[in-house]
């Protein structure tokens, strides 16, 4: 998975034109506060993936005063994408100035949007949050930026180096997502933390987006077993390393605090689903008032959008209250 899916600078931007050379000291995340997941309404000419802006309101203009190094957001199918606007190595204008000074100029950092939609959206917001980890990984490596210099516009703003901005607290903490959870996943890929197993337990290969079937490979492993941690996808699991390869395992298994747990919800009508039961799929309806834990989000296949529930040791695919 590329880190940068695509560049286009925004050299019609008063800040390109200007061109102050810098060396990156850190990094300002920023989400954008407005109802437009789509690169495309900032980041134009259209290179094919992104999508045309009809409304010649992107950034590639002058006038604008504002300008950042990256975007994360929608390309023009719905695919969260990481495109560079501006050269890493110039000033951006992206958080304003405090009353210490700008993380603009002095010290510079690198800073990059992510775009929000109408903030109702878990699977979309993580996905974003996802893109900016593995981003902001990348960003620490080729610069050595060191993951405590990485703040939010809300963080600049209260050390004094930035505009009075909320963002992306506004979004992210709606799911759960915090500056300090983003910087301990920044570092804990950079540097692998070792957790151990609680329990005899299982290692799926992948359990969020495809947990039942024949082709669902895992691994038992025994009590205290050590694993290095990668992350945690917010619906009580967490991506591991186990012998160099890349497993799921359920967070209740792994002795590490602050780890998400499992999502229950009852139904408010009755709700169609297919009941799941090996590789074989049976419609069914669940009743109103029933309780479900929720296993994961499906991710990728035929089933992509819905939710893989457990509820009185049946197990279901499902659109919520559909
Ligand atoms: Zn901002």
Redesign the pocket.
């Known amino acids: 998975m590329a880190v940068i899916d695509g560049k286009i600078i925004l050299t019609k931007n008063d800040c390109y034109k200007e061109y102050q050379k810098m060396t990156p000291a850190g990094i300002v995340v920023?989400?954008t506060?407005a109802n437009n997941p789509y690169i495309k309404r900032y980041v134009q000419p259209d290179d094919g993936v992104i999508g045309k802006n009809i409304y010649n309101n992107d950034w590639n203009r002058s006038g604008l005063y504002v300008c950042v190094h990256a975007f994360i957001g929608y390309d023009k199918n719905d695919v969260v994408r990481c495109y560079q606007t501006l050269p890493f190595d110039i000033c951006c204008w992206?958080?304003g100035s405090g009353w210490n000074g700008s993380y603009n100029f002095n010290p510079a950092y690198i800073q990059f949007e992510m775009c929000e939609d109408d903030l109702s959206d878990k699977s979309y917001c993580k996905k974003v949050y996802d893109k900016a980890v593995t981003f902001c990984v990348w960003l620490c490596r080729k610069y050595g930026i060191s993951p405590d210099n990485i703040v939010s516009?809300k963080e600049a703003y209260d050390k004094g180096f930035g505009s009075g901005?909320v963002?992306p607290t506004n979004w992210w903490g709606k799911f759960g997502y915090t500056m300090d959870g983003f910087r301990a996943a920044v570092k804990s890929r950079l540097n692998g933390v070792n957790v151990k197993t609680k329990r005899r337990c299982r290692l799926y290969k992948a359990a969020y987006k495809d947990p039942v079937g024949d082709s669902v490979a895992y691994a038992k492993i025994k009590k205290n077993t050590v694993l290095k941690w990668l992350e945690d996808d917010m619906y009580g699991w967490s991506k591991v390393s186990y012998k160099n390869k890349t497993f799921y395992i359920i967070n209740s298994n792994l002795n590490k605090k602050g780890l998400s747990g499992l999502v229950s919800y009852s139904f408010i009508k009755d709700t169609s689903a297919y009941l799941v039961k090996g590789n074989k799929l049976t419609k069914t309806t669940i009743k109103k008032g029933t309780t479900v834990q929720v296993i994961c989000w499906i991710e990728a296949g035929k089933y992509k959008g819905y939710e893989y529930v457990k509820s009185g040791g049946k197990y279901y695919y499902l659109i919520r209250n559909s």
């Open positions: 920023h989400s506060g992206g958080v516009h901005h963002d």
